[in-house]
């Protein structure tokens, strides 16, 4: 129930500028609790809803408050933490982790798209824009060979492509963020997938389609995975 209240007043408080230590305070130390609660894949798989309500408490702090936490070491434990996370054979765990991931990416493509039209930035932003960058480099390619493995069948695939959190929108929102580091990412973990569908699928990627069409190409590369998946059982 801590989780969940704190996800409650981190909505209610978070766009309240002088509420901002205070609220990543209590963040902090609830994350602390769940690192100490969550040391092995076994902690996470027997306590998913705990999993599933730490990651929606973080992914609301990253959209209402997100300066405190992306410019702290505690970014970087959450990215390590949601990789373990997306492994869970959990539809609500599984929702929460992507939902943080989500809001990470979507939040930095937004700094960087203010940055390219010409928009100033204040002293925070600034150094959010700095601190995901350097997060995303050093943490995102076992994310990105998460969110390939579940395309493939691997790994769960709950949520393909619905609503805010999803593997479809994770990696729409890095390839807009960094196409080149994404492409460099999610070739090697798709070397098993069937070569006609890998390849339409890069195709998509380089061209950095609309969100739409990028959905239906994430649906049809995982019908021909599992297609081939059950001819090979």
């Known amino acids: 129930p801590y989780l969940y209240l704190a996800s409650v007043v981190v909505s209610e408080y ?3 500028a002088r509420q901002s230590k205070l609220l990543y305070d209590m963040v902090a130390s609830l994350s602390a609790a769940v690192f100490g609660a969550l040391r092995s894949a076994e902690d996470f798989t027997a306590h998913p809803d705990v999993v599933e309500e730490f990651f929606f408490m973080a992914g609301r702090m990253v959209t209402h408050c997100p300066s405190p936490l992306v410019q702290s070491p505690l970014l970087d434990s959450l990215l390590q933490c949601a990789a ?4 869970l054979h959990h539809r609500d765990a599984n929702r929460g982790t992507l939902n943080f991931l989500e809001s990470t990416v979507s939040y930095s493509l ?3 798209s203010n940055v390219a039209s010409g928009s100033s930035l204040d002293d925070n932003e600034r150094a959010d824009v700095a601190a995901l960058e350097r997060a995303i480099l050093h943490e995102g390619r076992p994310l990105v060979t998460n969110l390939a493995q579940a395309l ?3 790994l769960p695939a709950y949520r393909l ?4 959190g999803s593997i479809a929108g994770v990696l729409f929102y890095l390839n807009r963020l960094c196409p080149e580091l994404l492409m460099q990412w999610i070739q090697p973990p798709l070397t098993s997938a069937p070569e006609h569908a890998k390849s339409a699928f890069l195709v998509t ?8 069409d990028f959905n239906l190409s994430v ?3 995982t019908a021909v995975c599992e297609r081939s998946r059950k001819r090979k059982i």
Not at 84 to 87: N, Y
Not at 161 to 164: A, F, P
């Open 14 to 16: 978070g766009r309240d």
């Open 219 to 221: 649906r049809r590369f």
């Open 205 to 212: 990627l380089h061209n950095r389609v609309a969100r739409e």
């Open 110 to 112: 937004k700094l960087q």
């Open 161 to 164: 492509d619905s609503g805010n």
């Open 152 to 154: 493939l069948g691997d």
């Open 84 to 87: 373990l996370g997306m492994t």
